[in-house]
């Protein structure tokens, strides 16, 4: 009967996972769709619990935004990836100095571009956090959808814990 409850479990994270993909889809903030994709139910020996590879303060930021101070070792980079992932339109930057036999230009004018946007960015998000941060937040990625969540599993598992601890209280009659 256990078995059962698990069950009902996973079934309503799974839901749930599609929820907040959903959201997520929804808000605008998905770029390349791997924060979505990066969602799993996993089983537990209590019942099962949703998880993402991107680790937890990653998905947070979808909601709360990212704080200015300390950034990852290849922040530009990511920044970089994340303008070509939503289609960003940028300006190729040439350069002035002509490619000659002891010296051939090392990135193209449109990564020189992305380079120099992605630069600001992060500069940007490094001293001031994210705009979203800045505004103070969100609430419709994954927020209001656990609490909704909580109680239709409760709802559904309620009846099978009770009717499993009856069996096992002998009653003196």
């Known amino acids: 009967m256990l ?5 009902i479990i996973i079934e309503k994270l799974k839901e ?9 889809e929804a808000s605008g903030k998905s770029a390349s769709g791997r924060t979505a994709k990066s969602m799993y139910v996993e089983p537990t020996d209590n019942g099962a619990a949703l998880k993402t590879s991107q680790g ?3 998905f947070q930021t979808l909601e ?7 950034i990852p070792y290849n ?18 930057i040439p350069y002035i100095r002509k490619p000659s036999e002891n010296w051939q230009p090392k990135y193209s004018p449109q990564e020189r571009g992305e380079l120099s946007l992605a630069g600001a960015i992060a500069h940007k998000i490094k001293t001031e956090g ?17 609490p ?3 109680a239709e599993i409760k709802k559904a598992i309620f009846p ?7 069996k096992t209280i002998k009653i003196n009659q």
């Open 56 to 58: 937890n303060i990653m």
């Open 160 to 166: 099978i814990l009770k009717a499993e601890v009856l």
């Open 64 to 70: 709360t935004g990212r704080k200015a101070g300390k």
């Open 130 to 146: 994210t705009k979203l941060f800045r505004d103070g937040g969100r609430a419709d990625i994954y927020s209001n959808e656990i």
């Open 75 to 92: 922040f530009r980079a990511i920044i970089q990836q994340w303008i070509i992932d939503k289609g960003i339109s940028i300006s190729p």
């Open 3 to 7: 078995e059962q409850a698990q069950n």
């Open 16 to 24: 749930l996972q599609a929820k907040i993909a959903s959201n997520i």
């Open 148 to 150: 909704n969540t909580v």
